[in-house]
């Protein structure tokens, strides 16, 4: 029995996790009841939206090595796993938690759960087009650019449909009010990251002046 017991977590977990994902497909066609339905039905989860998030970096990953050399500006033996963890991790957990500041304060109805979920789901058309356009840079002429652009283009502006949407649904609010809070988290999210260069430079200086007067305590020591 607790064999059994052990054993079923996992393919539970699997079962809800793929359920999930496969949510995610529906939500990109149907954004406005999808995401409502995400929020108040549950159909969305947070370890669908943690898969959709590993698989975008894995996209990234694949696009910066394995696009045709054509329209590839990087340098394959330059590839730094953990740069590429970061860059999609650190803006993800700054916007969720600028946007969740925000909009408690401006009486959202979305949790930071509903906003995780809502933020990652939105990614899901450019995990999509991300794959297909390294795929078609191998295929393509340069004098066909204007496809890889197009394709681009397109992941772009549905996923970032989609994040508006999923904000507007979760949290209740009309399009100006969207917009509104929009321009506040993108401004706290520079104020965040302002402050965190402050916050690294004052910690470098501390740490430059602890060392100086170290190596000067050392050599008059000697």
């Avoid at 999609?88 to 930071?112: I, Q, R, Y």
Wanted: a neutral charge; aromatic letters at 18%; proline letters at 2%.
């Amino acid at each position: 029995m607790i064999n059994g017991a052990k054993n079923g977590f996992p393919e539970r977990w699997g079962r809800y996790t793929w359920e999930g994902l496969k949510y995610s497909l529906y939500i990109i066609s149907h954004p406005f009841d999808g995401f409502w339905r995400s929020q108040r039905e549950k159909k969305g989860n947070a370890a669908a939206a943690t898969v959709i998030n590993a698989l975008f970096i894995l996209a990234l990953i694949f696009s910066r090595q394995a696009t045709g050399y054509i329209f590839n500006y990087n340098d394959p033996a330059n590839l730094n796993v953990l740069n590429e963890i970061a860059g999609v991790a650190a803006p993800l957990m700054l916007w969720c938690t600028v946007n969740w500041s925000v909009t408690t304060l401006m009486d959202g109805k979305g949790t930071f759960r509903d906003i995780y979920i809502a933020t990652s789901y939105a990614l899901t058309p450019m995990v999509i087009f991300i794959f297909i356009q390294t795929i078609a840079s191998n295929l393509i002429t340069y004098e066909e650019s204007g496809l890889y652009n197009l394709l681009s283009g397109i992941a772009y502006i549905w996923s970032g449909f989609l994040l508006f949407t999923g904000m507007m649904t979760i949290q209740q609010y009309s399009v100006k009010k969207t917009v509104f809070t929009f321009i506040i988290d993108i401004i706290g999210m520079l104020a965040v990251f302002f402050l965190f260069l402050l916050f690294f430079a004052l910690i470098q200086q501390v740490v430059d002046f602890v060392y100086v007067l170290y190596t000067e305590s050392m050599l008059r020591l000697r």
